[in-house]
């Protein structure tokens, strides 16, 4: 301490607390924001201070909050000292909450709640009904929030609904906090237009981890609002393998659209609990060719030997996406009893048996081609796919592969009889695809390139963003439901930046979020699509055609 002796400093300062002189006392702790003092000076002060009678040691500690402190240690000890002396003396808490200087009531508004002082509620009420700093107001709303009062409930719901979204988030978590299954419809009822609000309501419920929250969280994947919808999934995600029991149940008697979305966190989560369930949804053989498709995903997640015949099965299905789904999750679920399953499958040399090779060949699959190399019917059936339908880059992989495993000749006479002067040529328009699937990445790349194009894929849409506000390509293809961020944030960004004439965006969903029935006739919302940024939708299952024209008519082809 520059030009004052440390002990005579503390000798001072304990007579002044002994004599309760406070004007001199605050004289001295001036000096406690001084740069120079050593920090061991001030927390003996603060030591000091802790000994002293709660009517002289409150103004003091007030005083205390208003000079600046460097040093965070003692920024903590000084709070500790408030919480240690609050802690027995909630009437000069109220009097600090509601009468002194900002930086004050802060501080003693945090501990009275981190302290649960229940009878500071009245005081709290208050404060958040009257006060206008909304720093004050947000911090009164938590420490009310900790008490966990029923009764205050209607209070975070008024304040809920103001427009500042930090307001709004802080009572919606105090909601959170009180708990119980009041709480929980209050959350459930703030989820309407309001994006922020429906946000925080997701998050806050997934907060609650009760079972009650748990299940209205996990009805919230059948919602027909995609941020809530997208928002469910992940705070599903990351709660893990103790909501699979809910989610299980909920796929007992749930519709397309919620099935798909139960089936696929499922499949996120990992749960090897989750199996039979998804067995039995596949083995009903769903007429909804994305419901299956889903479930062979979330097989693909989970692997386990009870899934080997589903999985032949899934190799025949009418539906090419659904095929590639199924062929890779074989390659994550070898065993015996999946070998044999598709050697009789390729052996029976039918058009299943040509799908069924055609889907391990263009989704790489490439564990099983070790297994069925020496299947004379399997090379037939490749050879046929390599040379007549395969584009270049699978037919480069499944090659190379064949190579690796023994099959050097076959490689060799296959590149030989292959030219690619009928292959359409390459076409200079750039195209981003993101998808978080990584099978429907090489679905899409598979028939992009087939169109003549050489499309960029990314399986992470935060990975996709930069690249394209960087690169501006001449079409974004996106999914809709992805983890972390959806195809609408994604469209948002871009937007940001680039108009729909500037970069179209082509988004491909399972959903009927943009889909609107009117007189029995279903139509594409085109007001929602203007409004969310999209340009068009294209709806799974699609066809080939159906692709190959909504590409073309985005690139003038």
Do not use: W
């Amino acid at each position: 301490m520059s030009g004052i002796n440390e002990k005579e400093f503390i000798d001072e300062l304990v007579f002044c607390l002994n004599q309760e002189d406070i004007v001199k006392a605050k004289a001295l702790l001036q000096f406690a924001s001084d740069a120079d003092v050593d920090p061991d000076v001030q927390r003996k002060a603060l030591i000091e201070l802790a000994k002293a009678p709660e009517k002289v040691v409150f103004p003091l500690l007030e005083y205390l909050t208003k000079i600046d402190i460097s040093n965070l240690k003692i920024q903590e000890s000084l709070y500790e000292l408030i919480l240690d002396k609050a802690f027995g003396n909630v009437d000069l808490v109220i009097k600090y909450i509601t009468q002194n200087e900002k930086k004050a009531r802060l501080l003693f508004l945090k501990a009275a709640g981190e302290l649960l002082l229940a009878r500071t509620a009245p005081a709290l009420q208050k404060i958040i009904a009257e006060d206008k700093d909304k720093d004050i107001l947000i911090a009164a709303i938590c420490s009310l929030g900790n008490l966990r009062l029923p009764e205050s409930l209607p209070i975070f719901a008024n304040m809920a609904s103001q427009p500042d979204n930090e307001v709004k988030r802080t009572a919606i978590f105090a909601i959170s906090e009180t708990g119980g299954n009041d709480a929980v419809d209050q959350l459930m009822g703030f989820i309407g237009e309001d994006e922020e609000a429906n946000k925080f309501a997701v998050e806050a419920l997934a907060d609650i981890q009760d079972l009650y929250a748990l299940d209205k969280l996990t009805t919230l994947l059948s919602s027909s609002v995609t941020i809530v919808r997208d928002t469910a999934i992940d705070h599903l995600m990351k709660l893990g393998n103790k909501v699979t029991p809910i989610l299980t149940k909920a796929s007992q008697n749930a519709e397309a659209d919620y099935l798909i979305h139960l089936v696929t966190t499922l499949g996120y989560i990992g749960d090897p609990a989750a199996v039979n369930p998804i067995l039995d949804i596949v083995n009903t053989q769903p007429d909804d060719a994305n419901i299956r498709q889903a479930a062979y995903e979330a097989m693909e997640r989970i692997p386990s030997p009870k899934t080997a015949i589903s999985l032949v099965q899934g190799l025949q299905d009418p539906v090419e996406a659904v095929r590639m789904s199924a062929a890779r999750a074989i390659d994550k679920n070898l065993s015996k009893a999946l070998v044999a399953g598709l050697r009789n499958v390729v052996r029976e040399g039918s058009a299943d048996s040509q799908n069924a090779v055609a889907a391990l060949i263009d989704s790489e699959a490439g564990n099983i081609f070790n297994f069925l190399a020496e299947e004379e019917s399997f090379i037939e059936l490749a050879e046929t796919h390599v040379t007549t339908k395969a584009d270049s880059a699978t037919r480069k992989a499944f090659l190379k592969q064949m190579g690796s495993i023994g099959q050097k000749e076959f490689a060799k006479s296959i590149s030989q009889k292959v030219t690619d002067n009928g292959a359409p040529s390459d076409k200079e328009a750039q195209i981003f695809v993101v998808d978080d699937s990584k099978m429907m990445l090489k679905l899409y790349q598979n028939k992009l390139t087939a169109l003549g194009y050489k499309p960029l894929t990314f399986d992470r849409p935060e990975d996709a963003i930069p690249q394209i506000i960087q690169k501006k390509p001449d079409l974004v293809i996106t999914d809709l439901n992805m983890p972390n961020i959806s195809g609408l944030e994604l469209t948002r960004e871009i937007r940001k930046k680039y108009t729909r004439q500037d970069i179209p965006i082509l988004m491909i969903t399972t959903q009927s979020d943009f889909v609107e029935e009117k007189d029995g006739d279903i139509r594409i919302d085109d007001s929602v699509l203007t409004k969310s940024g999209i340009n068009k939708i294209l709806h799974k299952p699609f066809t080939d055609e159906d692709f190959k024209t909504v590409v073309g008519s985005f690139l003038n082809t």
